[in-house]
C-alpha cells in the first residue's frame, strides 16, 4: 500500500470520527432537555404538589400501604429508579460490549424514556404513583443510555483530545437545556394567554422534553457506528453481572479507587440538582418562574464553566480542576444553607456558582476516567460508573429525604449533603492517575 493511499485512510478515518463525535454531541443535546425540564426543574415541585393533594390529615401518602410523607415522595422515587438502574445498566454494558451493537441497545433505551417522559403529560389531580412510576422508568432508561452514550467516548476520541471532548459533549446538553427552558418560561409565564392552566402548562412543559428527547436521539444513531466486539464472556443477569464486573475492576484497583472517589461526590452533585427546585419552592418560598429563570442561569453559564474548566485542565490537569470544583461545591451548599427565603436574587447568585463549575466537573471526571478503563470493556465499566450519573444516585436523594422526614427541614436536608464532596474530595486527592492509567493498559497523556 502506497504512502498516497495511507494518507487518504487516515484523513477518511479522521473525517468518521469527526463525524462521529458531532453525532455523538447531539445525544447530550437529545436527554439533557429531560435532566434540566423535568427533574430539575418541573417534576420536583409538581409531584410533589400531586403527593400532597394524595396526603392524609398528617402530609403522609401510603403506596402499597407504607407511610411516606409526600415531600419525600419525589426524593424515594428517583432513589428508587437507581436500584431499577442497578439491576439493568451492567446486564446492558455486558450485552453491548460482548456483541458490539450498542446503537439498538441506546435506541431502546432513548426511546423508552422518551415515551415515559412524554406520559408525564397524563400526571393530573392525585395521581401521584403514576408519577412515580413513570418517574422510575424514565430514570432508570436514561441511566442505560448514558452508560452507552458514555462508552462511545474511548472509542470516537484520541487520549489527548478527550477532555475537550467531553466538554463540548456537556455544553451541547446546557445549550439545549437552556433553548427549551426559555420556551418552558414563556409557555408557563403567560399560560393565560394561551388559554391554559397553570398544571396544563407543566404538563405540557414535562411531555415536550421526551418528545424532544425521542426525535434528537435519530441523529446520534444515525452518525454513530458499531465496532465488532473485542471481548466475548457471557451476559449474567444485572446483579451477578454488577458483581462480576467488580471484581474484574479488583484487578484495577486503582481504576476502582476513582470510581469510588467519583460515586461518593457525583452523589452529591446529583443530588444538588434533582433537589434543588424543591428546595427552592418549599424551604425558600421561591415561585415557578424564579426557579425557571434559576435553573435557565445555571445552564447557560454552565455551558461556559464546560469550556472553560476544559481549557483549565489542559494547564493544570483534569484531577486538579476536578479537585477544585468539589471545594467550590462545598463552600456553595455552606452558602445555600444560609439563603433567606422569599429573595430571588440571592437564589440566583447560588444558581451561578453552581454553573460554573457544574458541567466542567462532569466532563471532566467522564473523560478521566475513560482513560481508566481497560481497552475492550467500556461498555461494561461505564454501566458501574453511570450508576452515579445524571440524577441517578440513590444514597444522596434517600438521605435527603430521610433527613427532612426525621426533621421537617429542608435545610437540614441540603446541608447534609456537603459530607459527599468532603469525602469525595479526600478519595480522588489519593489516586495517582498517571499510575492508574498505565495499569489499565493505555496511553498516558502528556497532561492530565
Not at 461526590?265 to 440538582?273: E, H, K, L, R, S
Not at 481497552?375 to 438521605?399: C, H, I, N, T, V
Amino acid at each position: 500500500m502506497g504512502m498516497d493511499t495511507l494518507r487518504t485512510q487516515a484523513a477518511e478515518d479522521t473525517a468518521g470520527l469527526r463525524r462521529e463525535q458531532r453525532g455523538w454531541y447531539f445525544y447530550d443535546w437529545a436527554c439533557s432537555v429531560y435532566s434540566t425540564s423535568v427533574l430539575t426543574v418541573f417534576l420536583g415541585p409538581y409531584l410533589t404538589a400531586v403527593a400532597e393533594k394524595a396526603a392524609d390529615a398528617d402530609g403522609f401518602v401510603h403506596p402499597l400501604g407504607v407511610p411516606v410523607r409526600a415531600g419525600s415522595f419525589f426524593a424515594y422515587s428517583v432513589s428508587l429508579s437507581v436500584i431499577v438502574a442497578v439491576v439493568a445498566m451492567p446486564l446492558v454494558g455486558s450485552a453491548a460490549d460482548r456483541t458490539g451493537r450498542k446503537k439498538p441497545l441506546l435506541a431502546a433505551a432513548a426511546y423508552t424514556g422518551a415515551a415515559a417522559t412524554t406520559g408525564l403529560f397524563f400526571l393530573d389531580g392525585d395521581r401521584y404513583l403514576l408519577g412515580g412510576v413513570l418517574l422510575v422508568v424514565a430514570n432508570a432508561a436514561q441511566s442505560v443510555g448514558m452508560m452507552l452514550y458514555n462508552s462511545y467516548l474511548p472509542q470516537i476520541a484520541a487520549p489527548e483530545e478527550r477532555d475537550a471532548v467531553s466538554s463540548r459533549g456537556w455544553a451541547f446538553g446546557y445549550a439545549a437545556g437552556s433553548t427549551v427552558l426559555v420556551a418552558n418560561l414563556v409557555l408557563y409565564s403567560a399560560h393565560g394567554s394561551f388559554g391554559l392552566s397553570e398544571t396544563a402548562a407543566v404538563r405540557i412543559c414535562l411531555a415536550s422534553a421526551g418528545l424532544w428527547w425521542g426525535a434528537f436521539t435519530l441523529v446520534p444513531l444515525r452518525r454513530l457506528r458499531d465496532r465488532r466486539a473485542r471481548v466475548e464472556r457471557a451476559t449474567a443477569p444485572g446483579l451477578r453481572q454488577l458483581a462480576a464486573t467488580v471484581r474484574d475492576m479488583r484487578g484495577h484497583p486503582l481504576t476502582l479507587a476513582f470510581l469510588l472517589a467519583y460515586l461518593i461526590y457525583n452523589d452529591g452533585i446529583q443530588t444538588v440538582i434533582s433537589q434543588a427546585s424543591v428546595y427552592g419552592s418549599q424551604e425558600l418560598r421561591l415561585g415557578q418562574s424564579t426557579l425557571i429563570v434559576a435553573v435557565l442561569l445555571v445552564q447557560v453559564l454552565a455551558v461556559a464553566g464546560a469550556l472553560a474548566m476544559g481549557r483549565l485542565a489542559r494547564v493544570y490537569g483534569a484531577q486538579r480542576t476536578v479537585l477544585g470544583s468539589l471545594v467550590a461545591w462545598t463552600l456553595t451548599l455552606a452558602a445555600g444553607y444560609f439563603l433567606p427565603a422569599r429573595a430571588p436574587v440571592f437564589f440566583f447568585v447560588l444558581a451561578a456558582g453552581i454553573g460554573l463549575v457544574l458541567g466542567g466537573s462532569q466532563a471532566l471526571s467522564r473523560s478521566l476516567f475513560s482513560h481508566l478503563v481497560p481497552p475492550g470493556k467500556e461498555a461494561e465499566y461505564f454501566s458501574a460508573y453511570e450508576m452515579s450519573d445524571r440524577g441517578m444516585s440513590w444514597l444522596g436523594p434517600l438521605l435527603f429525604g430521610v433527613t427532612y422526614q426525621l426533621t421537617g427541614s429542608y435545610r437540614s436536608a441540603i446541608i447534609s449533603l456537603v459530607a459527599f464532596f468532603v469525602v469525595g474530595f479526600a478519595l480522588l486527592a489519593r489516586v495517582p492517575v498517571r499510575r492508574a492509567i498505565a495499569a489499565a493498559g493505555n496511553p498516558v497523556p502528556e497532561r492530565i
